[in-house]
């Protein structure tokens, strides 16, 4: 048996603790800005349209069973999946580069591709530390330390203009050890809502082509930042056409409202050569047998529902509305948000709440703001002063924009 203190108390995950002192507070006005899943305008979980319709679909399937899928998931799910964040017309697609394997959404993507990099990552004399964006998603943080991979961080959040700190992030990637490992977040950066523009995308490209760094990025939001599918793959398009190799992980978590279900992939896309192909079945030979150990095979359902959708052309269309409607919603609460505070005249700048974009917004507030909008205003939020934009509704945001003013004054 362990001995009796060998196993230490954990604290409670920050984010699911939030959660939990939401659900126990009993006030009608309390507000959950905590979790980062959509909710619609009635503050309610919203299934989108499309994946009821092919919820449907699945039901009435009479061939519908409960098999296992193959180690790498359900081929129709991860081809087009693929082809989502590299455009159906990629060269890499065309020409084999790209491994994909379904994961457990995107935190198992996050977690496939660590393990991969530990295992096989080992360039002659190269740093093998993954570099974080300051801040990042906190789970970042556990996910490659477990597999044994060194963090270490990169500037991202410039405090004073809650905007990108493009020099400090540079200036730490051209410091870094050559082909150190860089996280990026393809768009919709979590905690911060702050993304680099394409031009600055260019500037990151720049520096880490001359680094011979590896870039891993974690997708997200594809469709739910700005409502475009193609525009926020905008960075990962960039960089492929660089003639980057590189690895992805991506969630149809948020863009399907599939959180639950854990629809994800992992892909790898090796960069031109003439033996890509070969190193591409080697690679996915590999992560083949690193998915066995650790889950066998992928979850079928959510797969199905979102290989339903992307194989069916009045389907995807449909899908990209369910899109609008997601990140529209939020961009207009950020609108309104804004224009509440400025109305009001509270204290600082809010310009950053229209600039930034996604699911989060950093406001700015101080721990200490953000704990007093918890006990006094029954407003839920992480410490960080990160609020969930889709926590937000017409009855809501007035009275979250007052507290704020109360708070900062
Ligand atoms: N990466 C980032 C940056 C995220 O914000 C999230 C969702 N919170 C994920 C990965 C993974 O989420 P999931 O495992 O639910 O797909």
């Known amino acids: 048996s362990f001995p009796a203190d060998a196993v230490p108390q954990a604290p409670e995950d920050a984010l699911f603790g939030l959660m939990r002192a939401y659900r126990a507070d009993e006030s009608p006005d309390k507000v959950d800005l905590g979790i980062g899943a959509y909710r619609d305008d009635n503050a309610k979980p919203w299934v989108l349209p499309v994946v009821k ?34 455009s159906p017309s990629s060269p890499a697609l065309a020409e084999k580069r790209v491994a994909s394997v379904q994961t457990i959404s995107g935190t198992g993507a996050c977690h496939l591709g660590g393990l991969f990099l530990s295992k096989f990552y080992k360039v002659a004399g190269a740093s093998r530390t993954v570099y974080l964006s300051n801040p990042t ?15 270490a961080q990169y500037p991202y959040f410039d405090k004073k203009t809650k905007g990108l700190d493009i020099e400090g992030m540079k200036r730490a990637l051209a410091d870094a050890p050559d082909h150190s490992i860089i996280l990026l977040h393809a768009c919709a950066h979590n905690p911060t809502g702050v993304d680099p523009t394409l031009a600055q995308w260019r500037e990151i490209a720049e520096v880490m082509a001359a680094k011979k760094h590896f870039p891993f990025f974690d997708c997200a939001y594809q469709g739910f930042a700005s409502g475009d599918l193609d525009r926020d793959a905008g960075a990962i398009r960039l960089f492929l056409e660089l003639g980057f190799e590189l690895v992805i992980a991506q969630s149809f978590a948020k863009n399907f409202g599939l959180y639950g279900e854990r629809a994800g992939c992992f892909h790898f896309v090796a960069s031109p050569s003439s033996n890509a192909a070969e190193i591409t079945t080697r690679v996915a030979s590999q992560l083949a047998i690193l998915q066995r150990s650790e889950i066998s095979n992928p979850p079928i359902y959510g797969a199905k529902i979102a290989s339903t959708v992307l194989n069916d052309k009045a389907l995807f269309a449909e899908w990209k509305e369910n899109l609008l409607t997601m990140s529209g919603r939020i961009i207009a609460m950020r609108k309104a948000l804004r224009a509440k505070l400025e109305e009001l005249g509270t204290p600082g700048t809010w310009n950053h709440i229209t600039d930034q974009i996604g699911m989060f917004s950093f406001t700015g507030l101080t721990e200490a703001q953000v704990l007093k909008l918890r006990s006094e205003f029954h407003i839920y939020m992480t410490k960080n002063g990160r609020i969930s934009m889709a926590g937000l509704n017409t009855k809501n945001v007035d009275y979250f924009a007052r507290a704020v003013d109360k708070v900062v004054r």
Do not use: C, M
């Open 53 to 86: 319709k092919a919820d449907e679909i699945l039901r009435n399937d009479p061939e519908l069973n409960h098999e296992y899928l193959p180690i790498a998931g359900l081929a129709s799910f991860t081809s087009r999946a693929a082809e989502l964040l590299l």
């Open 137 to 151: 998603w906190a789970n970042h943080n556990q996910i490659f330390t477990n597999v044994g991979l060194p963090i």
